[in-house]
Nanobody, 113 residues
Framework: QLQASGGGLVQPGGSLRLSCAASGFAFSVRDMDWYRQAPGKEREWVTGISFDLNTNYLASVKGRFTISRDNGKNIVYLQMNNLKPEDTAVYHC?????????WGQGTLVTVSS
């Protein structure tokens, strides 16, 4: 199970930190990802962190977003700074296990003045 939280309404240039609490699988040995889906658009991959802490980012968020994880608490975080209106989306955390991808319910981030 994946439970995302931390979304909300923020002004352009603001910050939010999303959290995703994981349960029911061996979190510490799994790569974790964040995806987002903006209104009327397809879901896109945003960032990922491997079990051994390697990170990758979508080009448009690199330098503004930071993914991290706490293996003791089974939580993956997404720190989002300098938010832009185009970051508005439902953000989902995700994990791939045995060839299948699993999704959390998502948390809505709205960037607007």
């Amino acid at each position: 199970q994946l439970q995302a939280s931390g979304g909300g309404l923020v002004q352009p240039g603001g910050s939010l930190r999303l959290s995703c609490a994981a349960s029911g699988f061996a979190f510490s040995v799994r790569d974790m990802d964040w995806y987002r889906q903006a209104p009327g658009k397809e879901r896109e991959w945003v960032t990922g962190i491997s079990f051994d802490l390697n990170t990758n980012y979508l080009a448009s968020v690199k330098g503004r977003f930071t993914i991290s994880r706490d293996n003791g608490k089974n939580i993956v975080y997404l720190q989002m700074n300098n938010l832009k209106p185009e970051d508005t989306a439902v953000y989902h955390c995700s994990v791939r296990i045995a060839g299948s991808r699993y999704w959390g319910q998502g948390t809505l981030v709205t960037v607007s003045s």
